[in-house]
């Protein structure tokens, strides 16, 4: 049933959302939430007569009337079709069982009108349902007022000797059509204009205007974002951020660092999000600044550590993008210009689409200038993003659709159309990233790019669904570290192999050619290369003899041996690959960078190219039988482009294989999987060089199960949300 319903929601979903329009905002409208918030509140700014009320039904999922969704389903011409499938599960009495605290207490629960909560078709029926009592509510509305809904929540932004007039008129309205009570308890109102209550709004209820109360109080909250005053919003911030603390609290208790981490990236970082696109920094900027400090403070707890104070190179990398160097705990202050601006860009078209008279107001003042706080903020926005290197398209272009171009469809299979806000925050990155080469030491630089780059810091992604995938704590702690710039713990103060002193940063460690680390840490990213290769399909070797391959000019005695062969695949021409994996250094044992590696990415590259050729001069030269690859990489865990390319390849041929239409799925699941096993390698590779002692690196040539591909990548949208 699920399933079904999905895609007939998705199927209909155009239709019933230009049957709901203007009103309905929930109805393909990515950006609705925002769209909301921000027109209520610039509406307010711009005219203080404006009053904005909000209106809650009671059980309205329960309690609507299936007639009413049915009937107005029954129009649509094309989504019509669904009537025999909505009629099997509504167009009776339904029953429910529900279990009581005994085993054998279980009674049954009859409901005849009203909708499932997990129904997917729900959202568009209930759309539908309140579709015409919104639209004849409506028809009284002066010009310079305006109603819409997000589904169940419905929000009036009318004149003050209209707000009760307004407010009768369409809880009435919706009731006689939809069945469906007003909450009275739920009743906000609010301008900002006289503190006075229009009148008839105070019968409503004590607390139903919020004009009147103390200056914490004077505000309500619209889909999880605060209007009012600024002592209204920061009281919300405050209550947030303890919410919010609740969760990075309970951290703590888990025992496994890489999940620890994955909780913090990807659950705790992402809340303050929505809060700085709908609300301007001036007024949200508590819960922004708490925001990085928590995210700061958790990730030192994460590392039991408290030497990195606020503002070393650390704290800039911390916040970084995972493809630049970093971590990707985003800074809440340092993005919210661009953020909230792209919030605005987002909803612009769809603003003059639906509310043209109000939209044209709020052009003007974005545009010459207004006495709006919150628009004047965006207009701050503008300038800040110029001096930034990012143009922003004039508003006259974003009203009629422009779009951000996309870029990388080519190079990642994980690419979709991205919103306003990639870009802008992107170009705050780069702006950043690259000030902070020019801040810190030649050595830094170079170590900065060295983990830089497509697939570098994937591991920090990675999904611990197997053991391939995962990697023990000790090993996780040591590679953040290293990728933090903080100290790393070393197995003794001198090298057991040559007597050095080890360094705090471990660059003797992972340098020193004596030791025999060099040889047995690339046994790891050997592994992981073969484990890629034959879950692509091929039969991959690890360390064959050279004299095997019936290669002219190649003796019988020859000893020598190659890391990876694998034969089998449709590239390259069929050729059977040869492959010669290797780590590479952008600093000497020393701590001092090798030459161009601060300025140059992947500086090491070309070099580990001459030297395997010199290694195998039967292979490097081109051949009708073998293609030999040099696939390098960086300690840091750039990858070179042969690694690039032969990733693409195979990602490519799995989709191909796969037959499936689209096989963009498929080449997500195995670019993000694969990409994390050589990612993971490298990270396992150069963590056990520096803890020294005895290991083994995973290898496990066994195809993975659908659950366990399925677990290994997080699945973006086809194109963003927030539009």
Known sequence: RRVVARTLAQKHRSEIE??????????????????????ARAALELDPDLVLISIDGVGAYDHISRKCMLDALNELPGAREMLPFLRIFYGQQSTFLVRGMGEDNCFEVFQGEGGEQG??????????????????????????????AFLDDVYLLVKRENARAMFDRFTQFIFDFTRVRTNLGKIR????????????IAELGPRVWRGNLPPEERGLIMLGSPIGTAEFVHTWCGHIAARHAGLLSQLCLISNVQCRWLLLKFCAEPTVNHILRNVPLNLCRPIAEWHDEAMWESLLALLNSCSAPVGEISWYVSSLPIRWGGLGLRSAVRLAPAIHWAAWADVFQNLHARFPTLAGKITDGLVHGTDAPCLQFVRDCVSWLHDRGFHCPAWVDLQNGTRPEPIGSEEDPAHFRHGWQFYATQQVYKQEY??????????????????????????????PSSDIMSLNDNLFLLALRRRMFLPVPLATTLCLACGAAND?????TLCCTRSGWLKRRANCIE?????????????????PLLRDLAIPGVLDSDTRQLDVVAGGLPIFGGRTIVADATLRSVVTGAGDARVNAASIDGSTFPQARLDKAATYPELASENARHKFLVLACELGGRFSEECLDLIHRLVTLKAQRSGEADGRLIKLLYSRRWWCILSLAIQRAVASNLLGGDWAPLFCVVAPSDEKLLGSAVFPPAESRMR
């Open 189 to 200: 109102c609010w301008g900002c204009g006289e503190a006075t209550a229009p009148v008839g």
């Open 504 to 508: 705090q940063w471990g660059h003797h």
């Open 527 to 543: 592994h992981a290369w073969v484990q890629v290769l034959a879950e692509a399909g091929a039969a991959a070797r690890h360390r």
């Open 434 to 463: 690259l000030s902070l080469l020019t801040q810190i030491p030649v050595q830094q630089q170079a170590l900065l790019r060295s983990q830089s780059g497509v697939g570098a810091g994937d591991w920090l992604l990675a999904i």
């Open 18 to 39: 230009e049957a709901t329009a203007p009103q309905q905002l929930a109805m393909g409208s990515r950006s609705g939430v925002d769209l909301a918030t921000l027109t």
């Open 119 to 148: 129904d997917a078709l729900m959202p568009a029926l209930f759309s539908l349902g309140l579709n015409r009592a919104l639209k004849d509510a409506c028809t009284a509305l002066g010009d310079s007022e305006t109603a819409f």
